[in-house]
């Protein structure tokens, strides 16, 4: 199994980037889907998850700024990050809990740096 970020970038303040991730492989079904990031010097940190149900979790920081959703027919998981600050850079990791497999898949990273 396989996860592929990609989507990340440079931006202004207050500008807009769409992340997404597809995974790929041996994949009966896909529970949870989610999004963490970790700045420079700083630990990883859960930015937001959404389960198969499509109930979603935030990060305060991101709360009424970013939406997550998935689509299940493509195996992906999109953040869609707005009014985007400078202390939303750092490297945004996706990840997902396959039952089939009892365990967690991380995908490799993709930068996101937002300029003041």
């Known amino acids: 199994v396989q996860l592929q970020a990609s989507g990340g970038g440079l931006v202004q303040a207050g500008g807009s980037l769409r992340l997404s991730c597809a995974a790929s492989g041996s994949i009966l079904r896909i529970n949870d889907m989610g999004w963490y990031r970790q700045a420079p010097g700083k630990q990883r940190e859960l930015v937001a998850r959404i389960t198969s149900t499509g109930t979603t979790t935030y990060a305060d920081s991101v709360q009424g700024r970013f939406i997550i959703s998935r689509d299940d027919r493509k195996n992906s998981v999109y953040p869609q990050m707005n009014s985007l600050k400078p202390e939303d850079t750092g490297v945004y990791y996706c990840?997902?809990?396959?039952?089939?497999?009892?365990?967690?898949?991380w995908g490799q990273g993709t930068q996101v740096t937002v300029s003041s």
């Open positions: 990840n997902a809990y396959m039952s089939n497999w009892g365990r967690y898949f």
